[in-house]
């Protein structure tokens, strides 16, 4: 019985150090931030802190303080580099290391074709842990570049 307990114990222990993490690979990191995170430029940063890496949660911190009174860095939609429109039908396909393409439909009117759009989602981590930690648009801008630009960093 006392054996069965620690065992259980450690699992506890264990299993934050994964949870703490948006994928063990960044193909899957890649498919969490887009359905678990999709406006996290909208979330409190505290529900972001163990799936994005250090330097772009900061980023968004100031985004957050900053937003308080008005419109800043973020002015439409990161993933579709747009006010309006929606990503459906998302594809993900490993790029390098640390590096995933996401190709999706961007659906602007239903009577209109959609046209396909791709932006390119970067990873930090190593192992079986992986933090979002950049947002290339369809338009090729960086999001952490234009928020440390935004910020003064």
Request: hydrophobic share 45%; proline share 7%.
């Amino acid at each position: 019985m006392k054996r069965t307990l620690a065992l259980i114990a450690a699992c506890a222990l264990a299993a934050p150090a994964h949870s703490a993490c948006l994928g063990e690979t960044p193909l899957a990191a890649a498919q969490a931030w887009f359905r678990q995170h999709y406006t996290f430029w909208n979330e409190p940063p505290a529900a972001l802190r163990d799936a994005f890496a250090p330097p772009l949660l900061r980023l968004l911190e100031r985004e957050q303080a900053c937003t308080v009174e008005g419109v800043c860095a973020i002015d439409a939609d990161p993933w579709l580099d747009a006010q309006d429109g929606e990503a459906r039908d998302p594809e993900f396909f490993s790029e390098g290391r640390d590096s995933v393409r996401l190709r999706y439909r961007f659906v602007l009117d239903e009577r209109a074709p959609a046209q396909t759009r791709e932006l390119r989602l970067r990873f930090s981590g190593a192992g079986r842990c992986w933090r979002a930690a950049d947002l290339i648009g369809p338009d090729g801008r960086s999001l952490s570049q234009a928020l440390a630009a935004y910020h003064g960093q």
